[in-house]
């Protein structure tokens, strides 16, 4: 077990000492803010207050969850995995005295670490950002339920995550399987808006999942039916995401 | 190896297993979104249909206007009417609306005169043709498509339960961070362009009767924003929406400061569906005033 907390560490760090991440995580920090000062010029200038402040950091988790977080993800996940083998280091990794499940868990972990780093990263620059905002009636109950949002939208990324993990295994370097993740990425979400019926069924369609913890007891059905497709989805994409780690030759 | 092999095939067994447990659930039953939308159409296609319908408009608990109406409306007769009774800021008005085919009338409450406005392009007839349209079942199953697509992810607002009376009850609540950005800020921008146009908000009356509509909203400048959107249904065992309440809450600040809440709520109750005969007016030996259809045109795109 040990040895599988040091792995895990190790391919964390491997993520956050990239040069790459911390850029994406500058940028990450920057969004709240920008869309702070954007949604205070619609308050100023026109008057009106679509997003008050006590609703703008669950507002904000949306605009990532729906589009940056998926794609920053994807990146992180197919580095961990296909850039592995496009750079050659999966070879040292390997010789570690661990196996490949422990390899494979350590990394789905780091990935679980960066997502909530992430989430932790934008819920409290969107909270000091309302400062900048108009509308602080309710700002602490806002801030509950944001608090809530935010941990229920880990589930939904971690499932993208998992996702990416499985289809980076079907590819030698990463440039090439982001790509593809990209496009699969958009082709679901047309597939949802146009065939609304069997959008239930889209792993994408779960990443404004956090909005119906805000939205009170009513909704606890749809949580409980969204919870299962993630589950066995998460289910179906680790076991498959593993069986061609296990067998893939070097 | 060959135990790793079978573990993970055992768990995409599971997985698929819950998925399709899942998938299948989610899917027969059949959700309140869907309950709602039947009901509507059902009622659209009604050939006859008597609804009261109160409205109220408060502003921060103070009621501004009310208006009770009883329209009559029947497709088959191509004829409407409407008796309406409101209250804007404490002074009454009564009106009476005939409407079918060749012609609409208009009555004022306290007054014995009638206002006749011909109808010879036939307007009436025509947009009963558009009605007709929308019965046409591609026109309606390409506009489903659409409006599903539009509505999105609101459609998980839509609750049902069952009642005891074999319908269902439907409710519809968004509040805050449920209401989308972007419709919020369009609603918002239209209700301070509407309060900015001056004082008739929404009750345009015909012609004649726009004196007693002086009802002055609050000018809204600041933090104008939709809170709420309630909508409360009750579906009849025929499917059929037997009433309905929608209430809207519009919050902001006028150029003084001053935090307004206003509320606009709309009671429906819809009664003798395929039964109702409309309430006709005989002109003969009464006190009729022509209009031109252009004089309201133009009041009305002012």
């Known amino acids: 077990m040990n040895s599988l907390t040091a792995c895990a560490v190790n391919e964390t760090e491997r993520i956050f000492l990239k040069k790459k991440t911390m850029v994406l995580l500058i940028i990450t920090m920057l969004i709240p803010v920008l869309g702070a000062i954007g949604v205070g010029?619609?308050?100023?200038?026109?008057?009106?207050?679509p997003v008050s402040a006590s609703e703008f950091s669950v507002w904000i988790l949306g605009i990532f969850t729906n589009f940056l977080l998926p794609l920053f993800i994807g990146m992180a996940a197919v580095d961990l995995f296909a850039g592995e083998i496009g750079d050659r280091s999966?070879?040292?990794?390997?010789?570690?005295?661990?196996?490949r499940l422990g390899i494979f868990s350590a990394k789905i972990i780091a990935l679980a670490a960066y997502i909530v780093v992430n989430l932790g990263i934008i819920f409290l620059v969107s909270?000091?950002?309302?400062?900048?905002?108009?509308?602080?009636?309710g700002l602490i109950w806002g801030m509950t339920k944001g608090l809530l949002a935010y941990n229920a939208a880990i589930l939904p990324m971690l499932l993208i995550a998992i996702a990416a993990v499985f289809i980076a295994q079907l590819f030698k370097n990463s440039s090439g399987a982001l790509v593809i993740l990209i496009l699969i990425y958009f082709g679901l979400n047309i597939v949802s808006t146009v065939f609304p019926g069997i959008s239930n069924l889209m792993i994408t369609s779960y990443t404004d999942w956090h909005l119906l913890w805000t939205a009170g007891w009513g909704q606890l059905g749809r949580i409980f039916t969204v919870f299962m497709f993630i589950l066995s989805y998460s289910i179906i994409f680790l076991a498959s995401g593993f069986y061609l780690f296990e067998r893939r030759e070097l | 190896m060959n135990k790793k092999i079978l573990l993970t095939g055992v768990s995409i067994a599971a997985g698929c297993a819950m998925l399709f447990t899942t998938a299948f659930a989610s899917m027969t039953g059949n959700t309140?979104?869907?309950?709602?939308?039947?009901?509507?159409?059902?009622?659209?296609?009604a050939k006859s249909f008597t609804a009261d319908v109160r409205m109220t408009f408060k502003d921060n608990?103070?009621?501004?206007?009310?208006?009770?109406?009883?329209?009559?409306?029947?497709?088959e007769e191509r004829a409407m009417s409407h008796i309406t009774n409101a209250k804007v800021q404490d002074k009454e008005v009564k009106m009476e609306t005939y409407a079918n085919e060749d012609n609409v009338v208009l009555k004022k409450g306290s007054s014995?005169?009638?206002?006749?406005?011909k109808n010879d392009k036939k307007d009436f007839g025509r947009h009963d043709r558009k009605l007709n349209c929308a019965e046409d079942p591609e026109m309606s199953k390409a506009g489903e498509v659409v409006l599903d697509a539009l509505v999105g992810d609101l459609k998980n607002y839509v609750s049902a339960s069952g009642n005891s009376e074999g319908g269902s009850d439907v409710t519809i609540q968004l509040e805050g961070n449920q209401i989308p950005a972007v419709v919020n800020a369009l609603a918002s921008l239209g209700a301070k362009g509407a309060a900015k146009d001056g004082n008739r908000p929404h009750a345009h009356g015909p012609a004649p009767f726009d004196e007693n509509f002086d009802l002055q909203p609050p000018k809204l400048v600041d933090d104008i924003k939709i809170t709420k959107v309630d909508v409360k249904a009750k579906i009849n065992k025929d499917k059929t929406i037997e009433s309905q309440i929608i209430t809207a809450v519009l919050t902001g600040k006028d150029a003084e400061g001053k935090s307004h809440q206003i509320e606009f709520s709309a009671d429906m109750k819809l009664k003798n569906v395929n039964s109702t005969t409309v309430d006709k007016v005989d002109l003969t030996g009464k006190q009729v005033k022509e209009l031109k259809p252009e004089d309201i045109k133009g009041e009305h795109s002012r």
Do not use: C, W
Not at chain 1, 127 to 137: N, R
Not at chain 2, 112 to 117: F, K, S, T
């Open chain 1, 127 to 137: 909270s000091f950002s309302t400062f900048f905002l108009e509308g602080k009636e």
């Open chain 2, 61 to 75: 608990g103070k009621v501004m206007a009310e208006m009770d109406s009883t329209m009559k409306q029947s497709h």
């Open chain 1, 41 to 49: 010029f619609f308050q100023k200038g026109l008057g009106i207050m």
């Open chain 2, 112 to 117: 014995d005169e009638y206002y006749l406005i």
């Open chain 2, 32 to 45: 309140g979104y869907e309950i709602y939308k039947e009901a509507v159409k059902n009622t659209v296609k």
């Open chain 1, 90 to 99: 999966i070879k040292i990794t390997l010789l570690r005295p661990v196996s």
